[in-house]
């Protein structure tokens, strides 16, 4: 059917007009119709006959398959009007194309007989099953150094017990009566253009085009169940939070023989309490004190990767930030870590023995100051040389 020329499907000439299309259809429709026409193969002619029509009865679909041929592929996205029109395209979450699973689901249901088979609404064609999502909370040093772990949540998976036909064993579905395994049942309404012809869901079968005689104990005739599902999961190295992981497959079972849906896990990164981090870099408050920063030392560091020496020059102002080459988180997808940056905080002494103060009196007369001594702040302030 692929290859199909939709006019010789309808018997009419390339230049046809829209009525004549309309007439050829509704004659050819009544002739193969499967409630009047019980011979072989008329259902399939008369499903081949809807889908023309559905693309030549339409001006601008006709126009686009004039455009891209009658051909293999070309044909189907010729055609492909009709997925936009149906919201084939348009309308399905495009997450949801999961390992090319989009792209049979659109090939089957142009190819894949029944005369809805343009639609998107085609309810026999496989259809992948639901992603799902997972929230994944991560310790601060987890989501920079990744980790493997096993995570276990529930989703719908084929039965079992009928392999996902719904029918009980020994058993399987038989052709819907009413639609005759279309899927859809054709619907006549008057509008101001004339009587004209709409496909609905069958609502014997709801679409699937087969009727469940005897259901399959397990899953009641769904052909799914509701199980826990475990699987090991390896968290990437340098993660941040919000960001997502999708795993193929391993979201809900599909319908009609349709592959599984995704497994879409979301990070969350606990605080640290003593680091934040943006992206790769990781930043700490380094507190000193202010001999340290007037005469410089070399001090222990704290980082994500051990603590590292820094040294500190003589006269380092309070707010000054040193980079620590390679000691940020591993860069998602680049080379190497990132830095961290070091802020230093220069702290003042609060309870100050009667060394100390004395030491501080004779270092304010050495830079020739006078310090009263009896407010903290006018000796600070002094010593800051403010
Ligand atoms: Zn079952
Ligand atoms: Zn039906």
Request: hydrophobic share 25%; net charge neutral.
């Amino acid at each position: 059917m692929a290859e199909q020329d939709l006019y010789k499907v309808l018997g009419v000439e390339k230049d046809a007009s829209q009525d004549e299309i309309k007439k050829a259809y509704r004659k050819l429709s009544k002739k193969y119709h499967p409630d009047l026409n019980h011979e072989p193969g008329a259902e399939e002619k008369f499903k081949a006959v809807n889908e023309a029509y559905e693309t030549l009865g339409d001006a601008q679909k006709r126009a686009q398959y004039d455009q891209f041929g009658s051909t293999g592929g070309q044909q189907g996205f010729g055609g492909a009007g009709g997925f936009g029109g149906a919201g084939g395209f348009g309308g399905q979450d495009f997450g949801g194309f999961g390992g090319g699973g989009g792209f049979e689901d659109i090939f089957s249901s142009f190819f894949g007989g029944g005369a809805g088979g343009s639609r998107r609404s085609n309810p026999t064609a496989p259809q992948q099953g639901r992603d799902l999502q997972y929230e994944m909370t991560l310790k601060f040093e987890d989501a920079i150094f990744g980790k493997k772990t096993t995570i276990t949540y529930n989703r719908e998976e084929q039965c079992e017990t009928c392999g996902g036909s719904g029918a009980k064993p020994g058993t399987s579905p038989v052709t819907c009566s009413k639609c005759h395994g279309a899927g859809y049942i054709q619907v006549q309404t008057n509008t101001p253009l004339g009587r004209m012809m709409s496909q609905q869901v069958c609502d014997v079968c709801h679409g699937t085009g087969k009727e469940i005689k005897d259901k399959c104990a397990t899953c009641g005739g769904s052909g799914h169940t509701e199980q826990s599902h475990s699987i090991k999961v390896t968290v990437p190295a340098g993660v941040e939070e919000g960001q997502q992981m999708r795993l193929q497959n391993q979201g809900e079972a599909g319908t009609n023989g349709g592959p599984y849906g995704d497994l879409f896990i979301i990070f969350r990164v606990e605080p640290s309490k003593d680091f934040e981090r943006d992206g790769a870099t990781i930043y700490f408050k380094l507190p000193i004190d202010f001999v340290q920063a007037a005469l410089g030392d070399e001090v222990q560091v704290k980082t994500v990767h051990g603590d590292v020496k820094l040294k500190i020059p003589a006269g380092t102002q309070t707010g000054t930030t040193f980079r620590l080459r390679g000691k940020g988180a591993p860069r998602l997808r680049g080379n190497g870590n990132g830095d961290e940056r070091v802020t230093v905080n220069i702290e003042t002494p609060t309870h100050l023995n009667k060394g100390q103060k004395e030491a501080l009196k004779t270092f304010a007369k050495a830079s020739g100051k006078s310090v009263a001594g009896n407010g903290k702040s006018s000796l600070f302030d002094k010593l800051r040389g403010v």
